[in-house]
């Protein structure tokens, strides 16, 4: 018989939580669900905020945060789902860097929470109480967690890169000169 210790069910309760809250706002871009944009709607505040396509972005960031979050929520394939929601956690945060730390004045503190949750819980893994440990770790072996969190780094550095780029550019086309010479 599989026993479970106090660590197990707060692995659970984490996952749980962080899982469930991830894959919410991600049926909100892909499904339009609990007061979302769905696809049209946050595609279009996507391209607002720089990531082009717009509709493209919305699909990427809807499905690694329903795919990665409801997966940490079943505690299986742990490594790949924690890395996926930390990217698009890790974008989010992007949008709301300019405006500080704090949720309250539109900061990254809640993407940020969420996505050093999903990010801790890929390092971790997801304790005994767990579709990974019924399964046997298939899904859940070690060098997946360098691979998996290297990997989303990656492609979320050139996402967020590219973002930014083109934000800056937008920024400067926008600023005239005080003086015509």
């Known amino acids: 018989m599989t026993q479970f ?12 939580g962080a899982g469930g809250v991830l894959a919410a706002h991600g049926t909100q871009k892909l499904f339009g669900w609990f007061g979302g944009g769905g696809i049209e709607g946050t595609g279009a505040f996507m391209e607002s905020v720089g990531y082009e396509p717009g509709k493209a972005s919305a699909r990427a960031a809807g499905l690694a945060e329903t795919g990665g979050g409801t997966l940490l929520a079943l505690g299986l394939a742990t490594p790949a789902a924690g890395a996926a929601a930390t990217g698009a956690m890790a974008g989010a945060a992007a949008v709301h860097a300019p405006n500080g730390f704090f949720n309250a004045e539109g900061g990254y503190e809640y993407a940020a929470t969420l996505g050093l949750a999903a990010a801790g819980l890929a390092i971790t893994g997801p304790g005994r109480l767990s579709l990974d440990h019924a399964f046997r ?45």
């Open 137 to 181: 770790h298939v899904f859940d072996r070690g060098w997946m967690v360098p691979t998996a969190l290297a990997c989303t780094a990656a492609a979320t550095a050139l996402v967020v890169g590219a973002r930014n780029k083109r934000v800056r550019r937008e920024k400067e086309g926008e600023q005239e000169p005080l003086f015509e010479d």
């Open 5 to 16: 210790n106090r660590h197990d069910l707060g692995l659970l309760l984490l996952r749980l």
